[in-house]
């Protein structure tokens, strides 16, 4: 599993901020979708969301079909930890 994360616009209401997070955990290999601090009151810090995907599911489309969404203002894969191979 790993996680895109994603900055929703900071305008979107409550409503609008669900419907977002509810498309894009029907898109094929999301497991869920969410805001990194649920308990947040400020809606700035609610922007600030990340998707849940299978393994196998690749990372870098994801992140490309959410920066094209108008309710997204920006997403990110994460790096790449661990060793290199030698």
Same mark, same amino acid.
């Given at each position: 599993?790993? =996680?895109?994360?994603? &900055?929703?616009?900071? @305008?979107?209401? &409550?409503?609008?901020?669900?419907?977002? %997070?509810?498309?894009?955990?029907?898109? /094929?290999?999301?497991?869920? +979708? +969410? /805001?990194? &601090? /649920?308990?947040?009151?400020? /809606?700035? %810090?609610? +922007?600030?969301?990340? *998707?849940?995907? =299978?393994?196998?599911? @690749? *990372?870098?489309?994801?992140?490309?079909? %959410?920066?094209?969404?108008?309710?997204?203002?920006?997403?990110?894969?994460? *790096?790449?930890?661990? %060793?290199?191979?030698?």
């Amino acid at each position: 599993m790993a =996680d895109v994360f994603f &900055k929703l616009r900071p @305008d979107l209401g &409550k409503v609008d901020r669900e419907g977002v %997070l509810r498309r894009i955990e029907s898109l /094929p290999g999301v497991s869920h +979708a +969410a /805001p990194v &601090k /649920p308990e947040a009151r400020s /809606p700035a %810090l609610l +922007a600030y969301c990340f *998707a849940r995907i =299978d393994d196998g599911s @690749d *990372a870098e489309s994801l992140a490309t079909i %959410l920066q094209e969404m108008p309710e997204v203002q920006s997403a990110d894969t994460p *790096a790449r930890r661990g %060793l290199p191979n030698i």
